[in-house]
């Protein structure tokens, strides 16, 4: 199956059906305009989308009356930072910072994908952590620096 569009989006619109497939992207995919992939139920997709907009998470790139195809993220590994003060945030992303660690902030929590090194400054900051998986909605912004 060949798609070029994105016809809608789930989390957004009204888009109900009764036989939903998913296609799971790695994060850093959602920026692709060509890819192949398949879905969870086997159906093979090639999506190449004729805009330069970016895929978002629920995006309905197929619908007819058999199935929509929709995509999604892939859950991933993650260690989730939960600072009890506005100063444990503070030293938290400070740290993170100074590693150059791309990470996701809140109001109650810091989220950054895994990497088992930072579990000694979770722990040197102070700061209560756990390792789970989630999917991530968004890319992590990378900027460029010098030194």
Known sequence: ???????GNIE??????ANREWVELDWDELNKRILRKTT??????????????????GDV????????????????????AYPDSIVQMGKTAF????????????????????DQTLERLFEEVGVQYEQTERRFKEPF???????
Do not use: F, W
């Open 61 to 80: 790139v197929y619908q007819d009356e058999e199935r929509q195809v929709v995509i999604r993220t892939k859950k991933e590994k993650v260690y989730v």
């Open 141 to 147: 912004k990378y900027r460029g620096h010098q030194h």
């Open 40 to 57: 969870d139920k086997g159906t093979d997709v090639a999506i190449a989308l004729d805009e330069k907009k970016p895929l978002a998470v």
């Open 12 to 17: 957004t619109e009204n888009l109900d059906h």
């Open 95 to 114: 740290e993170l910072g100074n590693r150059h660690t791309p990470c996701l902030i809140s109001e109650s929590e810091i989220v950054v994908r895994y």
């Open 1 to 7: 199956m060949l798609t070029k569009k994105v016809i």
